[in-house]
Nanobody, 122 residues
Framework: QVQLVESGGGSVQAGGSLRLSCTAS????????MAWFRQIPGKTRASIAV???????RYPDSVKGRFTISRDNAKNTLYLQMNELKPEDTAMYYC????????????????WGQGTQVTVSD
């Protein structure tokens, strides 16, 4: 059983930075892609950063150039560096994982953490 625990959220002013961490316990296959999602109350959870096992990353335009996802497989830890934060980045942030098949992320997000709140004020 894999457990994911997020940390690093908090309150920050617009323009500031935060670094989120997600530590996984339990065995994780090397062929695993990982991601950060966020959810605003009343809206569906949305992907904001994905990293494949080979280090390939993908971002939506809303965070591209401001957010950076990275992973340290030796520490079983996923990171999200968030810079130039905006009030619209306010959300609960979750990390998750999915298996890869034939070298591609299946996006079958199975394990989820409990989330960490990020609040950005004007």
């Amino acid at each position: 059983q894999v457990q994911l625990v997020e940390s690093g959220g908090g309150s920050v002013q617009a323009g500031g930075s935060l670094r989120l961490s997600c530590t996984a316990s339990g065995w994780i296959s090397p062929d695993t892609c990982m991601a950060w999602f966020r959810q605003i109350p009343g809206k569906t959870r949305a992907s904001i950063a994905v990293i494949d096992s080979d280090g390939t990353t993908r971002y939506p335009d809303s965070v591209k150039g401001r957010f950076t996802i990275s992973r340290d497989n030796a520490k079983n830890t996923l990171y999200l560096q968030m810079n130039e934060l905006k009030p619209e980045d306010t959300a609960m942030y979750y990390c998750t994982s999915a298996p890869e098949r034939s070298g591609r992320c299946t996006q079958e997000w199975g394990y989820w953490g409990q989330g960490t709140q990020v609040t950005v004020s004007d």
